[in-house]
């Protein structure tokens, strides 16, 4: 499942690629992906040109040059990619086509959203205008980044995974995130000291970043159908129950913590 790095990368060569193209055709296969019904998406789209593609949390945003825009949720994970032509080999369920003979597809995996907002639909749908700022914002210092925890008494991790405090962050990242901030993923907020939300800061920042200049994930596919370079080597407890930790030595453990699972040296992160 696609999270920052991945989400940024993506959006960054959507913009490069697409940003000037006239919409030539779309199909959309699967209703339940979308908001309104898909001939009403199609005469709305169709002529539009592609202004900017940015990103929100883990959503696409393309601003269409009519003041529509589009937003895409890749949701558990998905393939969103581009062709130099219109004759797609790959399996989907949304496909765009350009006036200049180039195309996109999205195949999404499990359940994806591809929805159409006017701007203010857009400012008042809850999913999208509650997403907490992400950490490769410039908003995202560490004054703001502590000040989101004011009154704040729930267990760190489900803190962290809660979009509207900050967007871009999944279970994929989290166990090195806490791992390298030595805080129990079940520790509360209310239990942590000064110097935790400083290194957890740095942490967050330090582990995305590197995921950045790795180009993302391996095991997802940027706009070009590329995997990024950051594999199953690059984990520190990750998904490596049953090894031992890079700190201290001792297994790592996997536990459940509430619908996910973690990854956690019981020696390094106590709660
Ligand atoms: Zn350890």
Request: charged share 25%; net charge neutral.
């Amino acid at each position: 499942m696609a999270e920052l790095p991945e989400i940024f990368k993506i959006s960054r060569q959507m913009d490069r690629e697409l940003a000037g193209k006239k919409i030539f055709g779309l199909t959309l296969l699967q209703e339940k992906n979308l908001n309104i019904l898909p001939q009403d998406f199609i005469s709305r789209c169709v002529g539009a040109s592609i202004a900017k593609v940015s990103y929100k949390g883990k959503w696409f945003k393309m601003d269409l040059d009519n003041h529509l825009s589009i937003l895409v949720s890749l949701g558990m994970g998905g393939d969103i990619l581009f062709y130099e032509d219109l004759n797609i080999k790959e399996k989907y369920q949304i496909k765009m086509d350009f006036t200049d003979g180039s195309s996109f597809s999205i195949k999404f995996w499990w359940f994806g959203r591809f929805l159409l907002f006017t701007q203010k639909e857009l400012a008042e749908d809850s999913s999208i205008s509650d997403l907490g700022v992400d950490p490769f914002n410039e908003e995202f210092t560490y004054e703001y980044f502590r000040g989101l925890f004011a009154g704040k008494n729930t267990q760190i991790k489900n803190f962290l995974m809660d979009q509207k405090n900050i967007s871009g962050i999944g279970n994929m990242y989290m166990h090195d995130i806490l791992f390298s901030a030595r805080l129990h993923p079940k520790k509360k907020i209310s239990d942590m000291k000064e110097d935790d939300f400083k290194l957890l800061y740095q942490s967050i920042l330090s582990i995305l970043r590197f995921s950045q200049s790795k180009g993302g994930s391996f095991y997802e596919k940027d706009f070009y159908g590329n995997p990024g370079d950051y594999g199953s080597e690059d984990f520190l407890v990750g998904y490596k129950e049953n090894t031992l930790c890079p700190r201290c030595s001792i297994v790592i453990e996997k536990i459940k913590t509430g619908s996910t699972a973690a990854y956690i040296c019981p020696n390094c992160q106590k709660i």
